[in-house]
């Protein structure tokens, strides 16, 4: 009996995240266009989320292991915490949000919001979403696919980003870069917040 609920929650959780990034990814963003780079990372990320995702539930459904249910609960806590992080990050950037590496003219430096505290918490957020789901199914071959394949686009991908907003603010993004962590806070951010 207790198997036959783990299954149908974990099936209704990824059935919902299904939907959800489905909607998150393909939803109308605003009008504004700018100059994108690095288009391809866009794709090869949803790809990778695809195989991970995918990965997860053939794990869950044809890997025999014992499944741990304290691990399955870390991985909805941190799936919540991901999806927030990334939905304040999304509204503090308002019309300047993309999916992609897109500088527009009339760009604006904003550091509110969770950018108070980190450059990039929208990447930090996927880097953090996609840790989760693998731990939601004890799928620890995609949870290394995480860490050996996402994380490293990721990190390359936030690089073009950051030598683009550098090319756009100057100064200003460099002090920003020296204050305040890539993906994990530094101590100076909470001190300046004060």
């Not at 953090?128 to 620890?140: I, K």
């Not at 995480?146 to 994380?151: D, T």
């Amino acid at each position: 009996m207790q198997q036959r609920v783990e299954t149908v929650c974990f099936v209704v959780f990824m059935a919902g995240i299904v939907v959800w990034r489905a909607w998150e990814t393909w939803r109308k963003q605003g009008e504004m266009r700018g100059r994108t780079s690095m288009q391809w990372s866009f794709y090869a990320m949803v790809a990778l989320t695809g195989l991970i995702f995918g990965g997860t539930i053939v794990e869950f459904f044809f890997v025999p292991r014992p499944h741990r249910l304290s691990v399955s609960l870390i991985g909805v806590v941190l799936f919540l915490v991901a999806n927030r992080m990334r939905i304040r990050a999304i509204r503090s950037l308002g019309a300047f949000w993309s999916l992609h590496v897109e500088i527009r003219d009339q760009h604006e430096f904003r550091c509110v919001g969770p950018y108070t505290y980190v450059r990039h918490p929208a990447y930090a957020s996927f880097v953090l979403e996609h840790l989760a789901v693998p731990l939601v199914g004890n799928a620890w071959w995609s949870l290394a696919a995480v860490i050996l394949l996402y994380v490293p686009m990721v990190v390359l991908r936030l690089k073009n980003e950051e030598a683009a907003l550098v090319a756009k603010f100057g100064d200003a993004y460099r002090r920003y870069q020296r204050d305040v962590g890539a993906l994990v806070p530094k101590w100076s951010a909470f001190r300046k917040v004060r």
